[in-house]
Every structure is written in structure tokens, then in C-alpha cells.
């Protein structure tokens, strides 16, 4: 039988790519169930008109539906229930609260909550082939040296709320999933796209480039400290590639995989990078990293368009193993880019986006 989908989190980043990743064979494709927040209604029939531009899917083929993780049965009526009990194939949770800075209890009812509802669903469907579950790298917390993607159980801190509840997520799930056949997909921090650079979104590493381009008058700018954590950046289309081929190959049954970069650079290497291709020069100087936070206010946040949170992520030393990643998409010519030759491609995209003169912090 041809293949049918049910994805949460849509019309969010990850959910669109990895839907026209999909829709590249529509000859095997029966039909899309694409669950959204009512107040997200707009938006996703604005990305289906996008799709039946853009892709060669039908009408038919791409159904909306209006729900909640949060609610029993997704918030959808007992005959929408029964439809896909009997149709869906392919389950991808993608539906999660990726706010860094969140409260606990918002991100416990939407990652741990939510997640407990869409497994409980699972469980209804009688044709299921894969149940895919997005959790992230960072359920690691504050674990430290190299990090296995067989290990998830430990007693280490975390950084923030969202990796918590994304732990407390995962650990149900591996609990609560029971026979069914999953794959779990831990991606790093996604970037742009590797041959265009393009992303519609503008977190995580990105700050960089807004605090590059509004203090380009005072370039070139001195290191932020001397840490040189290893940082995974990933593009977003090697996430959707190996995503797309995993969750159908069969090593990929009860896998769990770190989609982070197999040799990471280091946050002091990544600033360098960024800002010798912004500026055409290397930084000069050096200045405190408690400096910086210190002079990271919620205004200078705010023009950065970034969180507090984020600099965790380039500071903290950890390496994510990646050996069943590599070993499963071996042969399959869908590998991870190395960063350098990556960024400028993404400053290169990140330019013609955003004003080059007029703006200051």
C-alpha cells in the first residue's frame, strides 16, 4: 500500500522541508494528515496553496486538520480518529516548544504531555510502519565528554526547561511506545540550507550575524573569551535528507540517531569564520566572556532577536557520537557538510536578507 503520512508540527520549519522532501516521490504517496493549532489555521492553508505550487501533491493529497497534543485524542473528533486509525502508515511528531526560555510547566505540557497523547494515538494505528519521534541532541543536559546515541539516561543538570521536558519526553516515549516500530531523530542546532544558505528562521547561531551587522562600525571586534566548545550546527536539508531515509530503511527500526556534525567546530573556530567571511578580516583582541553576558541585557537581546539561553550552547563541552547515523547512511551519499565550507553560504543568503548600513545596537 502506498504510504500515509500524519505529522505534527506543521506548518513549522522542519515539518514543511520534510514534506517536500517526501513529496519528491508522490507516485508513493497516498496522502498527507498535517496537524495544526486553530490559530496557525491561516498559516497552513497559506503553505498547502505553497505546495500545490510547488510540489507535484494534489488537493487531496494534503489534508488539514485543526487539533492539540496537549488535549486526549489530539483534540480530534472519534470519525477523524477512526480514519486514521485505518489509513496512517507513517506517524512524524514533530510538534514540540522550542522556546529556550519558556516556563517549565508550558514546555512540560506540550513536550512530555503532548508527546504521552501522540504515542497513546500511535498505538490506534492499525497499518503503522514507523512512529518517528524528534527529540534533540540536548537531552544530554549538562552531561559532559562524548555523548552516545544508545544513551539517554542520566542524573546531570540541564540548561534550560526545554531540554528537560525534551529528556522527560523521551524517556516516556521509549516507555510508553511499547512494540512499535520508531525512530528517534536527536537533531543538533539547524542552520540554513547547505548549497543556498536559505532558512526562513533566524535563531540559534544567528545571533552572530545580527550583533556582527550592527556593530560593523566598530569591526573588526575581539573574541568573546577563550572557550572553544564544540558547537553542532547541522543544515537544515541534511537533517531532512537523512531524516527522510531513516525513518524508511529498516536499520532505522528502534534507532535512535544524533543528526549533529561528525566533526563539530569550535565555537571560537565558528566566530572566526563567521567573522572573517562578514567582514573580510580576522577579530582582533579579546574580551571576557562574562563581560559579554553582562553586557547582554534584555534590550541588546532583544535587537540581537536571540535568548539568553543560546550562549549555553557555546560554551558547554560536549561531543555527540554519531555511529549509528554514519553507519546506516553509509553508501547513501547523504552526509553532514563540513561547517567551513557551509558558512559563507549562510552569511552570503544572511546579507541579502538584512540591511548592510542604518542599524546600530
Known sequence: MNRTYLITGFPGFLATKLIERLALVPEQIDCFYLLHLKHEHASAVLQKEQFLRTTPLKEEQLILMEGDITKEGLGLPDSIRQELSHRVTHLFHLAALYDLATAYDVAFRINVTGTSHVTRLAHTLVHLERYV???TAYVSG????????NELAHQADFKNAYEETKYIAEVRFREEVGT?????????????HSQTGETPKWDGVYFVLNALRLLSRFAPLPYAGRAN??????????????TTYLSHAPAGVRTTYH??????????AIYEMLHVVYYGS??????????????LTPRVAKRLQMQRQTLDYFVHPARYD?????????GTGIICPDL???????VAYYKTKHSQIGETL
Open 180 to 192: 512499535l516500530p520508531y525512530t528517534i531523530i536527536r537533531p543538533g542546532i539547524v542552520v540554513g
Open 142 to 149: 549538562l552531561r559532559t565528554g562524548t555523548i552516545s546515541e
Open 229 to 242: 566548545a564544540l558547537v553542532n550546527l547541522v543544515p537544515y536539508d541534511y537533517v531532512v535528507n537523512a
Open 133 to 135: 519521534y524528534f527529540s
Open 259 to 268: 543528526l549533529t556534525d561528525p566533526f563539530p567546530h569550535g565555537a571560537r
Open 322 to 330: 554519531t555511529s549509528n547515523t554514519l553507519r546506516d547512511l553509509d
Open 340 to 346: 567551513a565550507e557551509l558558512i559563507p553560504r549562510l
Open 282 to 295: 580576522y577579530p582582533r583582541g579579546i574580551v571576557p566572556f562574562r563581560l559579554v553576558t553582562s553586557l
